[in-house]
């Protein structure tokens, strides 16, 4: 997994966020707001054009007047100055409720997260025991002991939302305590008490902000709803429960009464909420830092490479015939940015091609874009995709679906993760057996059995049985195999299906790769980074650098002379090519990611044989053996030595 | 290099267990199971073997970060198996690590310069000012500079996140770095840049590596001396060279056979030479005897019966394999006995 | 299957331990003395004492627990300090109505939470997705008492299509009691399945990114089979891992909730109970609903156990 994505992921991760403007609208109006509330709370006394407890039963129960905006409640008392006194209530309400459950929860949560132990299991069940009673009636129960009234009230309420900042708290550590970097901080000698505070602790904050706007929402809202039973504020104070609890009673005379109260609630809760989702979406893991701007400015013009004529050669009983491919990915900064250009390449009938690469190469991209695979906002822009003589861009959605599967199926990388985990392995076989093939359930399930056996595992109708948790990551990938190869496909792409395996395991798979290609003839595009894997599995061998194909050849030869000097940089830099002590052979400078690719030659900025002509756009020429190096004629005998 | 060896782990068992019902008490999983393994100082040895053979609970339990069941690991002439506590900081400072994934081995909310002065804070009275200095230094060392101190983690490349945990571990001049993996989630044109700066920074400072591993390859360019673990067990100890050209026991062997050769013609006939080799899907635990019993192409009765001691091999090292007993020494051997062997 | 069910129902022993040693532990935390409030002002030293031993107060607190817990597993929670009522015989019959409200509001906060969650999770960012997203958020921030007062307001009040208030058990007349409970099981369960529609949202996009499901359109299934068989049953495992939590918050909604629509239930019960101290009858409450909130978290658990192959006992 490491291996595949990381690159990618700086320029290129597209995160589904709501429309940033339209984000920023709604911050603006719901910190507005709150801000416009905390200046009532504080100004109330000020602000209000009554004397909110001040009757007067001649004018009860009237609805909005230029006198009295929002009308009056059963004793006459103005609903408005009612309200902006009751800002202040749910302002005292909220603070104090969630500063108690801060101040109970977060500490013992981290003390119980970190120690585990016995102090962790009863403080476990303390809170599993509180959380199964319904917290308005904890509430209750609570200020059954301590009494009715606000602040006793929020007692109550911070006691209670104390449990979820204590099961966020230890949620946090015990998450972190795994991570790598606490067991460096370990090895370094950082104390319990400083790996807590210093390298911990930060890393709770962004959920606590968010858990913490969480909290004072559902306070509101509880605080209301004991109000409301009487079992809050106490009459005639004023706060928005009391007043609903007044409506209530007065819902057949003036039905008006209940709305200002419940419309400040809602609006107030509906505010901080939505803060805490913008603040939630916004910090993410780690503390937001503005992206990397030491980087040049977008090298890469993001409009599409011109097509090259495609000189690949046709080859006889050609099953896939990929021209001119290219593959766009949503770039952070907005627009689109290319991971695969003018691609072209071809697999004949019984024939392995190797596509390797380095992470970022885009040799990964190009397997799912063959099957319509891309992920939400990456799509292919250019290019044919010959399947069996059908181009696969021109298919339906339906027809794509049917070509899956029965014409061409893929092998993923890690076989515990591409496996349904809520579902045997066998039934997962006999299901694309029974919807592609139409056998029945008994027929499917039988040719399930046989595929699995096929595959070399043993017990094979148990094993048929299994979860895939139950599998060891060689069967695991097995069945995998076996499900990609149950409609007898003309292509299999297997994207680095040996990567996640140990050696000895991975041998056995490349083994039956070439056992099942000899049986049933399938084309294979076989996916991977490791130059050794594809020098025994590969007919041919395809070298991907920065989204272009740099050099096609033969094994043998391409192992034997490589043409291309990053083709024979990454042979020499193989922990296996030479038997020598350090320095070894290196490639200096790291993969460029997607958008900062240079004009010309992608990889001149780090290759030695660079000349100011590697500056311009390089062509691949060649038929059989291609290569995109404009010296590589002259130094490829010399490099391969 | 002197003769004392700077670490001795002698007949190290580690052993989790698993939570039941309740949190306590529960199955228990044995990791390693009796590993006997030396490092001198300014040496490096390389710990091979495949997923849950071990090896990386044996970094751990260097480091201090599970404890030993039972066994010793000595280092200078301090027991670290037996201490009820931490580490004391005299001994943290001289053991560092780098783990094997550089995105989550640094703490995404620290700057550089915070992860590489980190162990300088807890373990030294500099200033702010000298921390910088020494932090500027120490960038240096791992051809990183100065410019790069106040960014975050997220920044940088694998690459350059791992020469950062790199300059983090050098900074307190540690005598042993515990590598466990250190290059294997990054790229194979940058791999090599690594290996390369680890090995110039063992030159320049004297420093010890082990390095855990899962190829044997790679680990032979920097290692003096190779151990190759199986299932909790060593079952091949020895100088690299002599363990990666002439590997005595039938797992190395295996190992180093299945690498492919970059060589397509020369791994075609290897290929067909192997055909006959048993599949790994034979149950991989045994009850009793060598742990390799049942993967094993030469398994005698014996092997299932008695579990085979460390035998010494031409060359040097030792390799716990009966296809090795000779009638003179066929004894267990213990690490003193090794030693004389190899010296 | 039978095992899964034990297994469980051993996992939710200590939990019922715990809640009856923190319920009957509260008595003794309580600021008022039972005793006073029984015999009030007038009483004398000597009625003091005899209302005491009745009381059992003079044994030690352990003894005083063990005695208890004997009775009330036996169905026995004593009877009310003022009434002289039986606290189960009470809380009995109150309970079909709670019980109703919670079960109806559940049922819609399910079928309104996953149908939106899965239609805005299969096009992030569509119009489907802003609606169900917008009326999620708002269905948070809506106190469940005052969308009972509009409902009551609008279709009882003004359109006169259900009963303002009152509740009609479901043994005499099903239809009416369909009517009594529609309008506070729809103000009820509204916010729980604005949060179920937010989970379900969430897990259901985290799971149509997964390989499993990528390789489940390699292998060329339909798009519906792949979203309801393979998608939606690990979207809903995380899902129905809170759901039992949901289900007490709508249990305790439930008590608010019944006062806007004058309906007779646990909630009236319990407010009249702190009102006068009743600890019997606050116990009583307590034990109940945990009892309910512990039948349906094994029923949950169970569910979990069928969704999620690794949950169950090996």
New interface residues.
């Given amino acids: 997994m490491?291996?595949k994505s990381?690159?990618l992921s700086?320029a290129v991760r597209h995160r589904a966020r709501w429309r940033p403007n339209g984000a920023q609208i709604i911050t603006g109006m719901a910190t507005g707001f709150l801000v416009l509330l905390a200046f009532l709370a504080v100004f109330a006394d000020w602000v209000s054009p009554y004397d909110p407890l001040r009757q007067n039963l001649m004018e009860a129960l009237q609805g909005p007047s230029a006198a009295h905006w929002l009308g009056t409640d059963d004793l006459g008392r103005d609903v408005l100055s009612r309200l902006i006194h009751g800002c202040r209530i749910a302002a005292i309400a909220a603070a104090e409720a969630t500063t108690i459950a801060v101040l109970l929860g977060v500490p013992i949560g981290l003390f119980i997260g970190y120690r585990g132990g016995m102090w962790d299991?009863v403080v476990m069940r303390i809170v599993e025991a509180v959380v199964s009673i319904p917290g308005i009636m904890v509430a209750i129960v609570i200020i059954a002991i301590l009494g009715a009234g606000l602040h006793r009230a929020m007692i109550a309420l911070g006691i209670l939302f104390s449990t979820s900042f204590l099961r966020l708290a230890r949620g946090v550590v015990l998450a972190e305590r795994e991570?790598?970097?606490v067991?460096?901080?370990?090895?370094?000698?950082?104390?319990d008490n400083?790996i807590l505070i210093r390298?911990i602790f930060?890393?709770i904050a962004p959920p606590l902000i968010v858990q913490v706007t969480l909290t004072v929402g559902a306070v509101l809202l509880a605080e209301a709803g004991l109000s409301f039973i009487g079992l809050g504020v106490q009459p005639p104070q004023a706060s928005w429960g009391t007043m609903l609890n007044t409506a209530a009673a007065f819902m057949d005379f003036n039905w008006f009464l209940s709305v200002p109260p419940g419309v400040a609630i809602i609006l107030t809760v509906l505010s901080v909420n939505l803060l805490g989702d913008v603040l939630r979406d916004s910090i993410g893991?780690?503390?937001a830092?503005a992206v990397?701007p030491?980087k040049p400015a977008q090298r890469f013009a993001p409009e599409p490479v011109a097509a090259e004529p495609v000189s690949l050669a046709r080859r006889a009983d050609e099953i896939l015939r990929v021209e001119n491919l290219q593959v766009m990915v949503p770039a952070r900064s907005g627009g689109e940015v290319p991971v695969i250009t003018d691609l072209s390449l071809s697999i004949a009938r019984g024939e392995t091609l190797g596509l390797v690469g380095?992470?970022g190469s885009g040799k990964t991209l190009t397997g799912l874009a063959i099957l319509g695979l891309l992920a939400t906002g990456v799509r292919t822009t250019h290019g044919s995709i010959m399947l069996n003589g059908r181009d696969l861009r021109e298919l339906t959605r339906h027809q794509m679906e049917q070509v899956r599967g029965n014409e061409a199926a893929m092998v993923f990388q890690d076989p515990t993760t591409s496996l349904n985990p809520a579902f045997t392995v066998g039934s997962q076989i006999s299901e694309v057996l029974r919807m592609k093939q139409s056998l029945t359930r008994k027929q499917a399930w039988n040719r399930t059995v046989e595929l699995i056996d096929r595959v070399?595992?043993?017990r094979p109708e148990e094993r048929a049985r299994a979860y895939p948790h139950e599998l060891s990551g060689?069967?695991a990938q097995r069945v995998a195999i076996a499900r990609a190869l149950s409609c007898n496909p003309s292509l299999l792409i297997a994207d680095e299906p040996t990567t996640a395996l140990?050696?000895?395991?991975?041998?056995?798979i490349?083994?039956l790769f070439r056992d099942l290609q000899a049986e049933f003839g399938m084309a294979i595009l076989f996916v991977t980074?490791?130059?050794?894997?594809a020098?025994?599995i590969c007919d041919r061998i395809a070298v991907m650098y920065a989204g272009e194909m740099v050099e096609m050849a033969d094994?043998?030869p391409l192992?034997a002379e490589p043409r291309h000097p990053y083709t024979s940089?990454?042979?020499s830099?193989?922990?296996?090519?030479s038997?020598?002590?350090?320095?070894?052979?290196?490639?200096?400078g790291?993969?460029p990611r997607p958008g900062d690719w240079p004009v010309g030659c992608r990889f001149s900025d780090?290759c030695d044989y660079k000349i100011a002509a590697c500056d311009a756009r390089i062509p691949l020429v060649g038929t059989e053996r291609q290569v995109r190096c404009i010296r590589a004629c002259e130094f490829g005998m010399e490099a391969a030595s | 290099m002197t003769d004392n060896p700077l670490l001795e782990i002698t007949d190290l068992q580690v052993t989790y267990s698993g939570r039941s019902?309740?949190?306590f008490g529960g199955k228990q999983f044995h990791a390693v199971k009796g590993a006997t393994l030396s490092i001198r100082a300014g040496e490096t040895l390389g710990l091979v073997g495949?997923?849950g053979s071990g090896k990386s609970s044996i970094a751990n339990a260097v480091?201090?970060?599970v404890k030993a069941s039972s066994g010793s690991i000595r280092f200078g002439d301090v027991e670290l198996a037996s201490l009820k506590t931490?580490?004391p900081?005299a001994i943290?400072?001289q053991?560092?690590?780098v783990?094997?994934?550089p995105?989550?081995?640094?703490?995404?909310?620290?700057t550089v310069e915070a992860i590489v002065t980190?162990?300088l804070r807890?373990?030294t009275s500099m200033d702010r000012a000298e921390r910088r200095a020494r932090a500027v230094e120490l960038l240096k060392l791992v051809s990183l500079s100065e410019?790069h101190l106040d960014?975050?983690p997220?920044?940088f490349?694998?690459?350059?996140r791992q020469r950062i945990?790199i300059a983090?571990a050098l900074a307190l001049q540690p005598k042993l770095i515990?590598l466990d993996e250190p290059v294997s989630?990054l790229?194979?044109?940058?791999?090599?840049?690594i290996?390369?700066l680890l090995?110039?920074r063992r030159a320049e400072f004297g420093i010890a590596y082990l390095m855990i591993a899962?190829?044997l390859?790679?680990v032979?360019?920097?290692s003096d001396r190779i151990a190759v673990m199986y299932l909790g067990h060593v079952v091949e100890e020895g100088p690299s060279d002599r363990v990666y050209h002439a590997p005595a026991h039938p797992y190395t062997r295996?190992?180093l056979?299945?690498?492919?050769?970059?060589?397509?013609?020369a791994?075609r006939q290897r290929?067909t030479a192997r055909k006959s080799a048993p599949?790994?899907?034979a149950p991989r635990l045994s009850v009793s005897g060598c742990p390799y019993q049942n993967r094993c192409p030469h398994v005698m009765s014996r092997c299932r019966s008695e579990m085979p001691p460390a035998y010494a091999i031409d060359g040097g090292g030792t390799a716990s394999c009966f296809l090795h007993a000779t009638e003179t020494c066929d004894t267990v051997r213990t690490a003193k006995d090794k030693e004389s062997v190899v010296s | 299957m039978l095992k899964l069910i034990v297994?469980r129902l051993?996992?939710l022993l200590?939990l019922l331990f715990i809640v009856s040693v923190l319920t009957f532990s509260f008595t003794s935390l309580l600021p008022s003395d039972p005793v006073d409030l029984i015999i009030g002002d007038t009483g004398t030293e000597e009625q003091y004492e005899i209302v005491r031993e009745r009381l059992g107060l003079n044994e030690p607190i352990h003894l005083r627990y063990l005695q208890w817990l004997g009775r009330a597993v036996q169905g026995d929670l004593g009877s009310s300090f003022f009434n002289s009522v039986s606290v189960m015989g009470a809380v009995m019959q109150r309970l079909p109505v709670t019980l109703s409200l919670t079960a109806m509001s559940a049922l819609i906060a399910i079928v309104i939470g996953v149908a939106a969650g899965v239609a805005a999770a299969l096009r992030p960012r569509s119009w489907v997705d802003r609606f169900a997203t917008i009326g999620a958020t708002f269905g948070q921030a809506v106190p469940n008492f005052w969308f009972g007062l509009i409902l009551v307001a609008i279709f009882a009040v003004n359109l006169r299509w259900f009963p303002a208030t009152g509740f009609t058990p479901l043994t005499e007349s099903p239809w009416e009691w369909l009517r009594s409970v529609i309008l506070p099981s729809i103000a009820l369960g509204t916010s729980s399945s604005a949060a179920i529609a937010r989970q379900v949202r969430s897990a259901m996009v985290g799971v149509l990114q997964q390989d499993y499901i990528r390789a489940a359109r390699a292998q060329g299934l339909s798009t519906r089979r792949i979203i309801f068989r393979h998608a939606l049953t690990n979207a809903l495992v995380p899902v129905v891992a809170v759901l039992s939590f949901q289900i007490t918050v709508l249990l305790g909604g439930a008590l608010i909730v019944e006062q806007v629509f004058a309906i007779n239930g646990l909630g009236t019960l319990a407010i009249a109970a702190v009102r006068q101290q009743d600890i019997p009858l606050l116990q009583g409450l307590v034990l109940v609903m945990v009892g309910l909130v512990v039948l349906v978290q094994l029923a949950t658990d169970i569910i979990y156990g069928l969704l999620n192959p690794k949950a169950r006992p090996s």
């Fill in positions: 490491t291996i990381d690159n700086g299991w991570e790598v970097y067991r460096s901080a370990r090895v370094v000698g950082a104390s400083r390298h930060p890393n893991r780690g503390i830092v990397t030491d380095e992470s070399g595992i043993p060689g069967m140990d050696v000895t395991v991975q041998q056995e490349l083994d980074h490791d130059l050794a894997v020098a025994d094994v043998d192992f940089g990454l042979l830099a193989m922990p296996h090519a038997d020598r002590m350090p320095p070894l052979p290196t490639i200096r790291n993969v780090r | 019902l309740f949190g495949e997923s480091l201090g970060l931490r580490y900081p943290r400072s053991i560092q690590a783990f094997q994934d995105y989550s081995s640094l703490n995404p909310s620290m980190e162990p807890v373990h410019e960014r975050h997220h920044q490349s694998g690459g350059q945990a983090s515990v989630a790229d194979v044109s940058t791999q090599n840049q290996i390369n090995y110039e899962h190829d390859a790679l032979h360019h920097i295996a190992l056979d299945a690498v492919p050769l970059l060589d397509p013609q791994q290929r599949a790994s899907d | 297994q051993l996992a200590p």
